[in-house]
């Protein structure tokens, strides 16, 4: 298959319509270089709540609400360009008001024949539960496709390997990221790539990039597209497949090979999956040694 991941500019709309175009030329573009799966960032759709105007636009409750209200709307438009053009996609994450409790970051999956789910963000960052109050949502999925297995990791969700191993089952691993600085980039995409070395899978990320004055959520963001793999037989050395460049925006490509990742599965160099559970028996305790050398006496 062919994997597009997208460096996403957020803009400031002045009508649905415009956002109904944008959306269309993304998602005609990755279709017209062959992608069968599209990626879009978290946070990527932080952008609808302009459409309710300045003061709400730069209110961070306020904007949570106006974003909540429109995901329906944005569900319905995604899963029309999904079957009009015959690609999955997983829809840039935005804030979901479950109705009770505070709102969740949720990603929506798309498929072309008009089946939907979604993947709710597990864990928070310190911004996430300190000044946004975003609440976790509902449990991790796998996603079984066409395509194959695929898991969604939401930005922070992805630099803890648990969670990782929890989707060990995934042949891909989709990492929808909305960071602000290269060193937040950093973290996920050293994540990214750990879950991919840990479980000998791909895993696509995917980035919001630009600033955006008008709001204090996602005025300032930094990333690219990424699709790493394991660095082992039938990947790059590296472990990077493709990638982006910094904050340019766009799409990053790559032909991903299922069996590939089932041939290093099960013939790697290293046998990372398969040798996960040799761990539990050796990190019940851990033996203190103290190597400290003793003050010389006078």
Known sequence: MK???????????D???????????WVCEAAGQG???????EYGAMELCTLAGAATAANLESSLYAVSERMEDAAALHLRLAAE?????????????????????????????????????QIMT????????????????LFDTALGKIGV???????????????????ILL????????????RVRIGAMARALENQCVTAMSSVVGCNDWSEAVDSNTGMGGVFGPPDRGFPQTGVIAEGVLNQPGWTYAEVDLDAIADVRADGVVLNRR?????????????????KAKEALN
Not at 3 to 13: G, N, R, S, V
């Open 126 to 141: 310190r911004f996430e539960r300190e000044d946004w109050d975003v609440a976790p949502g509902g449990p991790l999925k």
């Open 275 to 291: 040798h996960w559970a040799e761990q539990d028996s050796r990190v019940g305790s851990v033996t203190m040694c103290c190597m």
């Open 85 to 121: 053009y015959r690609v999955h996609i997983l829809g840039a994450s935005g804030p979901a008001n479950l109705g009770e409790g505070r709102p969740v970051n949720r990603a929506e999956f798309y498929a072309p024949t008009g089946e939907r789910d979604h993947q709710d963000k």
């Open 35 to 41: 992608a069968d799966l599209l990626v879009f960032p």
């Open 15 to 25: 009508s649905w319509a415009q956002y109904e175009d944008k959306l269309a030329r």
């Open 153 to 171: 990791l939401i930005c922070y969700d992805s630099e803890f390997p648990l969670l990782g191993r929890a989707l060990s089952e995934a042949e």
């Open 175 to 186: 990492v929808p990221s909305c960071t602000e600085k290269l060193s937040g980039y950093s």
């Open 3 to 13: 994997i597009a991941t997208a460096a996403y500019p957020l803009d400031w709309l």
